[in-house]
């Protein structure tokens, strides 16, 4: 339970990053550009400042979540950012909502809730042994490189942006999988983490997904990179969690179906929810905020080229 609210938090904080970000640089003239011109106006903007806090919180209460929970409970979790990002949208915002939100919404909690309710049986405290480390690293590695492979020059912007988006989420749930390791090896002592290499792999696999997800947004409509990175993220973990920490799911073949229907269900619910004018306009215009001078952002095309 406890792992469970540390995750929701997490997301939250996930969600208020990207209202804060946005609110932090809609203000910069388009003198500023980006880079260094736009930093040092962001830094004169308090709002800024209030959503690094928001990150720097979300990345301690997701490492937390991790160091109570599994990877396949927590990281799942995290795609309740869409949901908060919505409530927030609406209520502090008063942007509309359509059927996209509610049906979104409800299916995502339903299949949330339904995995999480049948699947957890516990584990998840193996401390990964060195050939493990091999085989999901370069599993990893090989996924990245088709994903990469598969965004051809010739391809559609949506194909894409879709598999920059799934390159970038894979390198996210290896993250994750090294914060997991590096709760692991805190347990055992805080200087254990400075004798081992997964806290440096934190940094490399994050920073490798940071650089993915640009390419995601620059490349095509942000549904469709906003779609894989939702997906693609859960699944992925879930998935090192079981074979890398020893996750356990309950056995039978009832209970596996179960759980196949649940996470269906769960991402069906979040393509519902990456299509919403609230989600894509509201990430648009964060990207392209760093360059327009206003209060009240228009509307931006669906496949505005934009990079976060």
């Known amino acids: 339970m406890v792992a469970i609210l540390l995750a929701i938090c997490a997301a939250l904080c996930n969600a208020l990053t990207t209202i804060f970000q946005r609110l932090g640089v809609e203000t910069a003239p388009d003198t500023r550009g980006r880079g260094l011109k736009l930093m040092h106006h962001v830094m004169h903007r308090p709002v800024w400042y209030v959503g690094l806090a928001a990150m720097v919180a979300s990345f301690f209460l997701q490492a937390s979540a991790l160091g109570f929970g599994s990877l396949s409970v927590v990281q799942p979790l995290m795609v309740t950012e869409l949901l908060f990002l919505v409530i927030i949208l609406h209520f502090w915002f008063g942007a509309p909502l359509g059927w996209r939100e509610a049906v979104g919404t409800v299916l995502t909690v339903a299949g949330l809730a339904g995995f999480l309710a049948m699947s957890n049986a516990g584990g998840g405290t193996t401390f990964p042994t060195t050939s493990g480390w091999v ?99 859960p699944i992925v973990s879930i998935v090192i969690g079981v074979g890398l920490f020893g996750d356990q799911l309950r056995g039978g073949i009832g209970a596996l179906a179960f759980d196949a229907v649940a996470l269906l269900v769960m991402c069906a619910g979040l393509l519902v929810l990456t299509q919403s004018p609230l989600i894509a306009g509201s990430a648009a215009r964060e990207q392209l905020g760093i360059s327009r001078n206003v209060h009240k952002p228009p509307k931006i095309p669906e496949d505005s080229r934009s990079g976060r």
């Open 135 to 233: 085989i999901v690293i370069s599993v990893c590695s090989a996924a990245v490189v088709i994903c990469v492979v598969c965004t051809s020059r010739r391809s559609s912007r949506a194909w894409r942006s879709a598999w920059f988006g799934a390159a970038g989420a894979i390198s996210f749930a290896l993250s994750a999988s090294f914060t997991k390791a590096t709760t692991i090896l805190f347990s055992y002592g805080f200087w254990q983490i400075f004798e081992h290499w997964e806290p440096y792999g934190i940094v490399v696999a994050g920073l490798a997904g940071l650089m993915f997800t640009q390419d995601a947004f620059h490349a095509g409509p942000i549904t469709a990179s906003q779609a894989t990175l939702t997906i693609v993220d």
